[in-house]
């Protein structure tokens, strides 16, 4: 399996054009989101869309070579209104259209017995799942993270926005036009929500020095008396088990509340310790090995966090992955696949997403802007990964996140607070998730839900 670089002097000129390969892919793609076996195939003018054992084809006669160029949000920008042309836009607005600066019209037309669409949706879903403008790039965070702020997506105001599920449902319409007796997959709405435990405790796991200080900024900073002595109480108690007085302790709270609404909370733990920015815990620990066992018992899901340097060392991220397959079997934890998230949201595409592949996760829940809740990969629906590089389809699942607690309420963030704004952008998020029939994917900290328990419920009832 080969994983590489493109270099800072070619990756503005580099071009990944979709190959044969990439074509299967994105058949399988249509195959899970509409049902039935799709054949894609190149043509004198573009790309032919047919279904197995049936007449016709939608003929998508624009290829966009924009889509094709790696590491560049410059791309132009259109816009389209579907009910001009007597479709359905789902969430009733233009639908957002990259690539080109001025959309035909009629963008869609029947000639001949075929469907014509003179828009590269095709390529669109290319540039968006394989991630293609992330690639090589320079203009990264304080952690190396590809910002929100430098995608295309936020530059022309559609990052909340699903914008290849809004397409979809457009193609789907074009698909029962030219196939009136098809039948399409149908989609429900679903909630996952899952929480990277980069803290389970507050001051269980510090060293002499950290508890210290810790004391000495409640008392004299804060002149918080009572939480620099709960800070040495719970430090002395949690030999054995999480103390009930550690306000990072709220995994019985959140498992709680999740089986009231039905649902699974995932907990991905850091295995190692590289980095200053990893976790004060380790895994041996007997009150981690006790939560992880709690866990299991109650059916909720325990999966991988990757220490703070793994995003661009493959091999790192594997061992640590190996390291966590171990710790299971020995406590005879039953893993049905292992999935997760990296930590601090680092990712260098498409190195890090091979980095999972080869250490043989079933999915991964890392690609949302840490700046910036919506839909960076364009989608609310999990989908097989891609590597536009070697043009290989992946046996791992991306989960697009959708938002992250910090992202909203952050001040270094969307800064929105824990009140009326922040629940108000969630609601919204997720609302289009409904409307889509997609999942809204949401990451909350263990650390995170003290003080915020009301918000937190309401995000997940609404």
Known sequence: MTIRRFTNENFQEAELELSASGMRWIESVLSERFGHMWRLARYEEGIELRLRGANGSILFDTECSAFAVIGTSELPYSSWDAENEGLEAVLGKALPAPGVSQMPSPLMEKRNGDHVIHYDIIGLIYWMFARIEEIGRKDLDAHDRFPATSSHAYKHGYLER?????????????????????????????????????????????????LSRAIGYHAIKKNDFRSALNTLWVRMNSRKRLHPSDPFNTFDWIMDFSEEQGLRSAFYFIVSNND?????????????RRLMHKINQRGHEIGLHPSYVTYDKPDILARE???????????????????????????????????????????????GYADSAGFRCGTCFEYPGFDPVSQEALSLRIRPLIAMECSVIDSGYMGLGNGAEALKKFVSLKNTCRALGGTFTLLWHNSNIFGNENLYKEVVIA
């Not at 200053?276 to 981690?288: E, F, L, V």
């Open 276 to 288: 200053a920015h990893d976790a004060d815990y380790r895994m041996d620990h007997p009150a981690i």
């Open 162 to 210: 699903p914008i290849i599920d809004e397409w979809f449902h457009v193609l789907g319409q074009v698909i029962q036009r030219q196939w009136p007796s098809i039948v399409l997959k149908n989609h429900s709405f679903d909630v996952k929500v899952s929480h990277d435990v980069d803290r389970p405790s507050r001051s269980g796991f510090l060293t002499p020095k950290q």
């Open 321 to 367: 992955a190996d390291y966590l397959r171990r710790i299971c079997a020995k406590e005879d934890i039953k893993l049905n696949g292992l999935g997760g998230r990296m930590h601090y949201l680092r990712w260098c595409h498409p190195i890090t997403m091979m980095a999972w592949e080869r250490a043989g996760m079933s999915y991964d829940s890392s690609l």
